[in-house]
């Protein structure tokens, strides 16, 4: 009997065990879904703006509390009418780079080792006809790093893991337009 019951509580955890991982599978899979549809996205998108009418372009936009206003010609900046960007105007090449960090995850390294890691998202909308990004809200999560041993080694220490935080910014494209 007690060979039954034990054979009984194994199939139950191997059962729970089982639910489980399939169902952070599915979390996990929707996220990577997700993810893939924003990437299609963003290529559909480069190739509109690859096939504009022009080349050079006047370029407005709003970076966070900045605002940079700058005339475009062969992908370079090659002139500016405001920036109170000091420096980090972008182009619509550059805000493509951009979006492409989606899905990014990087280590972060301090004092306790590589504890934690950020996961950045980038949600954009793109112009329907010319394909530049019109907005670009780029999330940064900072995460345990379950994957290195600096983070075991914490928890099995200090019994918590210092990774709580995120930020985000948004990026906005106000204006486009060929160059005079």
Request: proline content about 4%; hydrophobic content about 40%; overall charge positive.
């Amino acid at each position: 009997m007690r060979n039954t019951h034990h054979t009984t509580l194994l199939l139950i955890g191997l059962a729970l065990i089982l639910v489980l991982y399939l169902a952070i599978s599915a979390w996990i899979g929707t996220g990577e879904q997700e993810r893939l549809t924003r990437a299609r996205e963003r290529i559909a998108a480069r190739a509109l703006w690859e096939e504009r009418p022009f080349r050079d372009y006047r370029l407005v936009v709003e970076d966070g509390n900045c605002t940079y206003d700058v005339v475009v010609r062969q992908g370079q900046i090659a002139g500016r009418y405001r920036d109170s960007c000091n420096l980090r105007a972008r182009t619509i090449e550059t805000l493509f780079l951009v979006a492409e960090g989606d899905g990014v995850v990087t280590p972060v390294c301090g004092v306790h080792g590589c504890v934690c890691e950020t996961h950045i998202r980038v949600l954009a909308t793109y112009d329907p006809v010319l394909g530049y990004p019109r907005s670009l809200v780029i999330e940064a999560t900072l995460r345990p790093n379950w994957r290195h041993q600096d983070f075991w080694r914490n928890v099995l220490s200090s019994g918590i893991a210092p990774c709580r935080g995120a930020n985000q910014r948004t990026i906005s494209v106000l204006y486009v337009a060929a160059a005079p």
